[in-house]
């Protein structure tokens, strides 16, 4: 059977709908996960969020987060002791894995954020805290590795 320039069309076509509908079908499957389920709520708070992180880059002595084999140490210098707020981990390939404690300063400055509740991989930390009525917001990324 001898094929003319029609049937060509014809196939090319039938293989571009079966492309087409093999995407359509195999995006389905892919998880869909927001970073944070109140978005919108969020943004309205974005410009807080700014001036928080430059009140963080002002510091003449920022928080320092080491490394360990029993995981993340938060070291806060002695102007920032009496702070209060939160230490945020989060996981960008699963929330299940986010990790979210109130901040805890011993009398020696430090925090310890226990290799218990650490997943290797990477990880977003957000250090928001307030000392003396001025918000601050460090944000950094890292990655714990089990030892």
Same mark, same amino acid.
């Given at each position: 059977?001898?094929?003319?320039?029609?049937?060509?069309?014809?196939?090319?076509?039938?293989?571009?709908?079966?492309?087409?509908?093999?995407?359509?079908?195999?995006?389905?499957?892919?998880?869909?996960?927001?970073?944070?389920?109140?978005?919108?709520?969020?943004?309205?708070?974005?410009?807080?969020?700014?001036?928080?992180?430059?009140?963080?880059?002002?510091?003449?002595?920022?928080?320092?987060?080491?490394?360990?084999?029993?995981?993340?140490?938060?070291?806060?210098?002695?102007?920032?002791? @009496? !702070? &209060? %707020?939160?230490?945020?981990?989060?996981?960008?390939?699963?929330?299940?894995?986010?990790?979210? #404690?109130? *901040? =805890?300063? @011993? !009398? &020696? %400055?430090?925090?310890?954020?226990?290799?218990?509740?650490?997943?290797?991989?990477?990880?977003? #930390?957000? *250090? =928001?805290?307030?000392?003396?009525?001025?918000?601050?917001?460090?944000?950094?990324?890292?990655?714990?590795?089990?030892?």
């Amino acid at each position: 059977m001898k094929l003319n320039w029609g049937h060509y069309i014809a196939i090319a076509l039938g293989c571009f709908m079966i492309f087409i509908l093999s995407l359509l079908f195999s995006s389905g499957d892919s998880g869909h996960a927001m970073v944070t389920e109140d978005y919108y709520e969020k943004e309205l708070y974005f410009q807080d969020e700014i001036n928080s992180e430059k009140n963080a880059n002002a510091l003449a002595e920022k928080p320092e987060i080491n490394i360990q084999a029993n995981g993340f140490v938060l070291t806060f210098p002695e102007a920032l002791k @009496d !702070s &209060k %707020g939160e230490v945020y981990l989060m996981r960008n390939n699963n929330e299940l894995q986010d990790v979210r #404690l109130p *901040l =805890k300063i @011993d !009398s &020696k %400055g430090r925090m310890l954020i226990s290799s218990a509740k650490l997943v290797e991989g990477e990880y977003e #930390l957000f *250090l =928001k805290f307030k000392n003396q009525d001025q918000d601050y917001l460090i944000k950094k990324s890292i990655k714990w590795i089990s030892q």
